[in-house]
């Protein structure tokens, strides 16, 4: 890591992988198989951090790779139409109908950035609404009250935003209906969206309340404003059809990532085709990029989506609920104040007793023995998001006996943690 630190800021990439939320220095992946991740030391993890949600079939999954293999001997790039993006675009607007229309780019932080733009062009306003603790990606007007990284490194809103921008972003409570409907009595007509993560992933793992996310769709709707689902985490992961499915609210416009790229880079936004005929060159929003539709990450997310049955889906779906029922029978026969919850191949746990329903009530967790019982974990062989403001997510690779030894695992590991 000397020389990664020589290289890079923090020694990494993205800052999340840097471990400062549980501190240490995180260790250096050389394979991945499966459900595991091997280190540059030889040692075997069970992966439950998975890439941050894109393996959903598991590291290497074998139809991915011959997918790779077929569309690399042909070339890795044309900038120009290929066959594949079409193919992948059918496949999600199957999935989710309501995207009528959609661009494929390059990263989440791209789809985000570039969905609340065709927002703020089609209704003409400037505001936005956001939840404290979640995360769109790092593009300047997301960077107010953030989750993930931002939050686990405890960072107030990123330098390098201009204050003008960064006042036109109002941010509310997870699951705060009235303080979500007094910004809008406050500032109605100048919100263009409201931007949420209807699964929250990057503030730990916090679902809505039954009412919040219809409550969203009836404010939106009503003051002429866009709602906006990030899915980049939730897609294909919460319900083959994502949160949209799960919950039956329809945003105007979402954005999506990890899955659809089955590991390789790509995301997307989407959404009314009235709304998405105003992006370039169909419009007049402009938005572009080198890479999106890159072909060998177009037949990585055709195979992932194509593998991703809702068969396969309910199973993973239900051994994710195993390991989170056996995590709070550990809890509990420890006495571990815990909670712990599942939607789809998505968990996250707090060690706190309380249900978890905001950011607020996340930092309020025991911090501290969150990052004890990660280092225990990772010591015994299970890797968990190295921050409590992440969620962790689970593959089809994880089988009966990955769940099984899991627990196992963790268990011991809880036990030191307490100490
Ligand atoms: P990227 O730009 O990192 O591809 O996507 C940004 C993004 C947008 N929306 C949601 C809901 C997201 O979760 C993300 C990215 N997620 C983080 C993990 N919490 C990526 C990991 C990282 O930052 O290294």
């Not at 969905?115 to 960077?143: E, N, P, Q, W």
């Not at 009530?361 to 010591?379: E, K, V």
């Amino acid at each position: 890591m000397s020389r990664a630190r020589e290289l890079f800021p923090g020694g990494v990439n993205s800052p999340v992988r840097a471990f400062g939320g549980v501190g240490g220095e995180p260790f250096v992946a050389v394979r991945g198989e499966g459900a595991r991740i091997w280190d540059a030391d030889d040692n075997e993890y069970i992966d439950y951090v998975l890439s941050w949600g894109p393996l959903v079939l598991g590291h290497a999954a074998p139809v991915v790779l011959d997918a790779l293999r077929d569309a690399m001997v042909r070339g890795t790039s044309f900038g120009i139409p290929t066959g594949l993006e079409i193919t992948l675009a059918d496949m999600i607007r199957a999935r989710m109908p309501h995207v009528e229309m959609l661009r494929f780019v390059s990263s989440g932080t791209e789809a985000t950035m570039s969905a609340l733009r065709v927002a703020r062009a089609a209704t003409g306003r400037d505001m936005f609404i956001k939840f404290d603790g979640c995360y769109h990606g790092h593009a300047d007007s997301f960077l107010v009250k953030a989750g993930s990284g931002v939050a686990t490194l405890g960072l107030p809103n990123s330098p390098g935003v201009p204050d003008a921008l960064a006042a036109l972003t109002l941010t509310a409570p997870f699951n705060d209906i009235e303080a979500t409907d007094s910004l809008f009595r406050a500032h109605g007509e100048r919100v263009a969206a409201i931007f949420v993560e209807p699964v929250v992933g990057n503030a730990g793992f916090i679902p809505p309340d039954a009412a919040f996310l219809p409550a969203l769709r009836r404010l939106a709707s009503a003051h002429g404003a866009l709602l906006i689902f990030d899915e980049v985490m939730t897609g294909f992961r919460v319900a083959p059809g994502g949160a949209a499915e799960y919950y039956g609210v329809i945003p105007d416009l979402t954005t999506l990532g990890k899955v659809i790229g089955g590991g390789l880079p790509v995301a997307a936004y989407g959404g009314r085709r009235d709304l998405m005929n105003s992006v370039s060159p169909s419009g007049p929003v402009y938005q572009a990029g080198t890479l999106s539709g890159n072909p060998l990450a177009m037949a990585a997310g055709i195979a992932t989506l194509s593998a991703l049955t809702p068969d396969v889906h309910r199973c993973i779906a239900a051994r994710t609920r195993v390991l989170v029922e056996g995590l709070r029978a550990i809890a509990a026969r420890r006495g571990v104040p815990f909670t712990a919850d599942s939607i789809g191949s998505m968990f996250g746990l707090f060690f706190r007793a309380e249900p978890v329903r905001s950011y607020a009530d996340a930092r309020g967790a025991d911090l501290a023995l969150f990052r004890r019982f990660f280092h225990a974990s990772l010591d015994r062989g299970v890797y968990l998001a190295p921050s409590a403001f992440e969620a962790g997510f689970m593959s089809a690779a994880h089988g009966d006996s990955e769940i099984a030894i899991t627990l196992q695992r963790l268990d011991e590991a809880l036990g030191a943690a307490r100490g």
